[in-house]
């Protein structure tokens, strides 16, 4: 059974930092996509971040380059959003979700399971 969870979410002063977890477990293929994806109130989901299989391409989100990390480690079956420099229109409930696929992309529904997400509130 697939299974993923996420922690680490808060409430974080505008420019301070959070980092997020996800750990999973029950994948049925050893080659497969993490992506964490966010989505606000009233807006649609978007694709934050993401590492493909194999030895593990980053992409990220425009607006979160230079300020987001995404690592994993397989061995230990989870990944981290290492998130700094917040702004307020960063704030989102952020979710992981997993695909069975060697490359990243952006497109939420192409993802096979997904966490319950943690709210990250940036705010003064």
């Known amino acids: 059974q697939v299974q993923l969870v996420e922690s680490g979410g808060g409430l974080v002063q505008p420019g301070g930092s959070l980092k997020l977890s996800c750990t999973y477990s029950g994948f049925p293929v050893d080659a497969y996509i993490i992506g964490w994806f966010r989505q606000a109130p009233g807006k649609e989901r978007e694709g934050v971040s993401c590492?493909?299989?194999?030895?593990?391409?980053?992409n990220y989100l425009d607006s979160v380059k230079g300020r987001f990390i995404l690592s994993r480690y397989s061995a230990r079956n989870i990944a981290f959003l290492q998130m700094s420099g917040l702004k307020p229109e960063d704030t989102a409930v952020y979710y992981c979700a997993w695909a069975r696929r060697t490359f990243c992309t952006q497109h939420s529904y192409l993802y096979d399971d997904w966490g319950q997400g943690t709210q990250v509130t940036v705010s003064s």
């Open positions: 590492v493909s299989a194999g030895e593990g391409g980053l």
